[in-house]
């Protein structure tokens, strides 16, 4: 079954500071990999997506992921990290969802960012 | 352009009471699927509607039921209401059979079982 593993729960860093959130999924095929934000009280907001290609990619609000087939492995980084990054972070694979359309996510359980000042 | 649209933001129930939420989809948009989302969790898959039809369902019971209307918008029902029905129901939309459709998410409907 696929799955998607966050194994920071809660992290902080200081303004200005770099930024690395992990993710590892489990998928038997090729992996469609995004990483989402989500603020308090809010939904969530597409920061990256990684299909094929470039294994590194780049996203809104000037994150990058990259992408190690070998590792398993959908990195979220940020080289410095500003006031308004706080926020939870979900990194998902989509599984294809054969009789519809477009593709279901598996969700990380999250990882919450604090930003001390 | 409006995004995703969930009504309503916030809801409090009774164990054993039925609820209806409700979402509208992204101009252009012609699927929806819906997520739960417990506190301190990611969301979880609960179904998709295309087509106005149930095509793919998550680990959930079948008192969650949904529609989708020709609009495209779509309710999402829970009957029977348990104290751990109480999450964040986030709905997102999507255009095109390819997996690289984006979602997009609405802020979602907070709901409370007491």
């Known amino acids: 079954a696929q799955s998607v593993t966050q194994p920071d729960i809660h992290i902080t860093v200081s303004e200005g500071a770099s930024l690395e959130l992990r993710c590892n999924y489990s998928?038997?095929?090729?992996?469609?990999l995004f990483w989402y934000v989500q603020s308090p009280g809010q939904g969530l907001q597409l920061l990256l997506k990684?299909?094929?290609?470039?294994?590194l990619v780049q996203g809104i609000k000037g994150f990058e992921a990259e992408f190690k087939r070998s590792q398993s492995s959908f990195n979220l980084r940020k080289p410095s990290v500003h006031w308004s990054d706080a926020a939870e972070y979900f990194c998902?694979?989509?599984?294809?969802?054969?009789?519809?359309?477009?593709?279901?996510?598996?969700f990380g359980q999250g990882t919450r960012l604090t930003i001390n000042p | 352009d409006a995004g995703v649209t969930q009504s309503p933001t916030h809801l409090i129930k009774t164990r054993g009471q039925q609820v209806t939420l409700r979402c509208s989809p992204k101009s252009g948009h012609d699927t929806v699927s819906w997520y739960q989302q417990a506190l301190g969790q990611g969301p979880q898959f609960i179904f998709q509607?295309?087509?106005?039809?149930?095509?793919q369902r998550g680990n959930f019971p079948d008192r969650f039921s949904g529609h989708q209307f020709p609009n495209y918008s779509s309710e999402l029902n829970v009957n029977a209401l348990l104290l751990g029905d109480s999450a964040l129901y986030l709905c997102a939309s999507s255009f095109g059979d390819r997996v690289n459709s984006p979602l997009h998410f609405g802020n979602g409907t907070r709901l409370t079982v007491t």
């Open positions: 998928y038997g095929a090729t992996p469609y």
């Open positions: 998902a694979v989509g599984v294809r969802i054969t009789t519809g359309r477009a593709q279901k996510l598996v």
């Open positions: 990684y299909f094929s290609g470039d294994t």
């Open positions: 509607y295309y087509e106005e039809e149930e095509r």
